[in-house]
């Protein structure tokens, strides 16, 4: 899936029901078990109660972010999937305060997963098989590019990381892991 059929969210509504470290926790989980998963699968997976997870998964439905999935077995269970393969997160230039603070806000809660991520690595990594302790990085690279050229490098590491998401890997060899590959992207000449 390229970045032209991703789901582009730019509603307040859905940025603010999303910006809640938990909720994030669900998707990703979501897109990482396709079939879907049950409230009580789900509290195993954020370290909450199945009720608190009922209450999240309601706020993701509630924005169209989550829908249930068929049922399994005896119908009893009520399983929940994500309604989206992959989206992204943005408002337009023009966009009213309120939109540009749930966005703000949204970005904010996700970048604090994603450096959580990191330190959680950081803090065992020397515990790490060595093939894993020298694959890993955390680095940055000082490009010079125009506008253009980094869209085409974004589209060009899509392609690339494509074929190795969870989702697209239907057996994946017996040593693979998941992995956080994140990768930020931002002129860096704005004054302090």
């Known amino acids: 899936m390229n970045a032209a059929n ?3 969210i730019t509603d307040p509504a859905v940025m603010r029901a999303l910006a809640h470290p938990v909720r994030l926790a669900l998707l990703e989980h979501f897109g990482q078990h396709p079939e879907g998963a049950t409230a009580t699968e789900c509290a195993q997976v954020v370290e909450l109660s199945p009720s608190a997870t009922s209450y ?4 993701l439905a509630k924005v169209g972010m989550i829908r249930e999935a068929p049922s399994r077995g005896d119908g009893r269970e009520r399983v929940w ?3 989206h393969d992959s989206y992204e997160i943005g408002n337009e230039r023009d966009a009213t305060d309120e939109e ?3 966005e703000a806000a949204l970005i904010e809660t996700y970048l604090a997963r994603q450096n959580d991520k990191v330190r959680r690595y950081l803090a065992v990594a020397r515990a790490e098989p060595e093939d894993w302790y ?3 990085v955390i680095g940055e690279q000082a490009l010079v590019l125009t506008a253009r050229e980094l869209k085409r490098l974004r589209t060009q590491i899509d392609e690339l ?11 994946p060899p017996r040593s693979a892991r998941p992995v956080s590959f994140q990768i930020r992207a931002v002129p860096t000449d704005i004054p302090s």
């Open 6 to 8: 991703r789901t582009r």
């Open 56 to 59: 999240h998964l309601r706020a």
């Open 81 to 83: 999937q994500a309604s």
């Open 100 to 102: 540009a603070a749930a």
């Open 161 to 171: 990381v494509e074929p190795l998401k969870v989702r697209n890997r239907d057996k």
């Open 134 to 136: 020298d694959a890993s």
